[in-house]
């Protein structure tokens, strides 16, 4: 419990920009919520049921949050996942964001925000889209004075030369607090630079697997802008950052990325599909 203390605690310390509005700007800091990132596998069986699950060790998670996150998990149901066409037991990879929330001075509020599936461990790496060629963005020197940091969350939309046809930020997360109209400019600031960088990125289509024979793919890119330039975001540590709003309104991604949920249990450094190993039928939390 110290840790979450002290990651929300740190929202008193992040940076906050020049000052425009001490109202506007404690305001956004009371959106602020410490979170951390875990990652594990769940088992699902061939009834959707899960069997088992695993969670890292290193997770800085005490007892009795291990505890609840397993309940929760426990309860989970799936739709059962095919493989070759055949309903079949799978473990897959999965990634959860945890969030806790202040309540009042004696009490937190602790639960699954959002999960990411990967595929089924036997899949071969050629069944999904892959990274070819990257360009690495570049941290903005007119956010250093600003002392920004945050998580840009792209889709892009890949073609079957491996190009980038289409690309949007769909959430950018920041680890400052400041006016909305600052807030804003930030993110826009980071969105432009992953954007620029990312654009030119090159990738390998699937070539074997259901979606083999697709004529475009959409895949989330997550991009961590660190104090200047330096990775920030520790997974299976507690951290706080302000969630920025997501943005549905790229008609060129259709209708299934706003049914996909939140994209920020996605873990730095990593290409996922948009469609995801295991598609959860039950509530994330009781």
Request: glycine share 8%; proline share 6%.
């Given at each position: 419990?110290?840790?979450?203390?002290?990651?929300?605690?740190?929202?008193?310390?992040?940076?906050?920009?020049?000052?425009?509005?001490?109202?506007?700007?404690?305001?956004?800091?009371?959106?602020?919520?410490?979170?951390?990132?875990?990652?594990?596998?769940?088992?699902?069986?061939?009834?959707?049921?899960?069997?088992?699950?695993d969670l890292d060790a290193r997770?800085?998670?005490?007892?009795?949050?291990?505890?609840?996150?397993?309940?929760?998990?426990?309860?989970?149901?799936f739709e059962p996942v095919k493989?070759?066409?055949?309903?079949?037991?799978?473990?897959?990879?999965?990634?959860?964001?945890?969030?806790?929330?202040?309540?009042?001075?004696?009490?937190?509020?602790?639960?699954?925000?959002?999960?990411?599936?990967?595929?089924?461990?036997?899949?071969?790496?050629?069944?999904?889209?892959?990274?070819?060629?990257?360009?690495?963005?570049?941290?903005?020197?007119?956010?250093?004075?600003?002392?920004?940091?945050?998580?840009?969350y792209l889709l892009l939309q890949?073609?079957?030369?491996?190009?980038?046809?289409?690309?949007?930020?769909?959430?950018?997360?920041?680890?400052?607090?400041?006016?909305?109209?600052?807030?804003?400019?930030?993110?826009?600031?980071?969105?432009?630079?992953?954007?620029?960088?990312?654009?030119?990125?090159?990738?390998?289509?699937?070539?074997?697997?259901?979606?083999?024979?697709?004529?475009?793919?959409?895949?989330?890119?997550?991009?961590?802008?660190?104090?200047?330039?330096?990775?920030?975001?520790?997974?299976?540590?507690?951290?706080?950052?302000?969630?920025?709003?997501?943005?549905?309104?790229?008609?060129?991604?259709?209708?299934?990325?706003?049914?996909?949920?939140?994209?920020?249990?996605?873990?730095?450094?990593?290409?996922?599909?948009?469609?995801?190993?295991?598609?959860?039928?039950?509530?994330?939390?009781?």
């Open positions: 419990m110290k840790s979450i203390l002290f990651a929300l605690a740190m929202v008193l310390s992040m940076p906050a920009v020049a000052d425009k509005s001490a109202d506007e700007k404690a305001g956004n800091a009371k959106k602020a919520i410490a979170t951390m990132l875990v990652s594990g596998h769940v088992v699902i069986g061939t009834d959707g049921q899960v069997e088992e699950h997770a800085k998670l005490t007892p009795e949050m291990r505890a609840f996150v397993g309940d929760v998990i426990s309860k989970w149901r493989a070759n066409g055949e309903v079949a037991r799978a473990r897959v990879a999965m990634s959860l964001r945890l969030a806790a929330n202040k309540i009042n001075d004696d009490a937190y509020s602790f639960r699954i925000a959002s999960t990411y599936f990967g595929n089924r461990e036997e899949e071969p790496e050629t069944n999904s889209v892959r990274v070819a060629k990257k360009y690495l963005p570049k941290y903005p020197s007119e956010l250093v004075g600003w002392r920004a940091s945050g998580i840009v890949v073609d079957p030369d491996g190009r980038v046809m289409n690309i949007g930020a769909e959430q950018v997360n920041l680890r400052l607090t400041g006016t909305d109209a600052q807030m804003e400019l930030i993110r826009e600031t980071f969105t432009k630079s992953a954007i620029r960088a990312v654009r030119k990125w090159k990738f390998h289509p699937p070539t074997t697997g259901p979606d083999a024979k697709g004529s475009s793919w959409l895949v989330w890119q997550p991009v961590d802008f660190g104090m200047f330039g330096e990775a920030s975001a520790k997974s299976d540590d507690w951290e706080t950052y302000i969630p920025g709003p997501r943005n549905l309104n790229m008609p060129w991604a259709g209708k299934s990325y706003r049914s996909a949920g939140s994209p920020d249990a996605l873990p730095d450094g990593g290409l996922y599909a948009l469609q995801q190993g295991a598609k959860l039928l039950t509530p994330l939390s009781p």
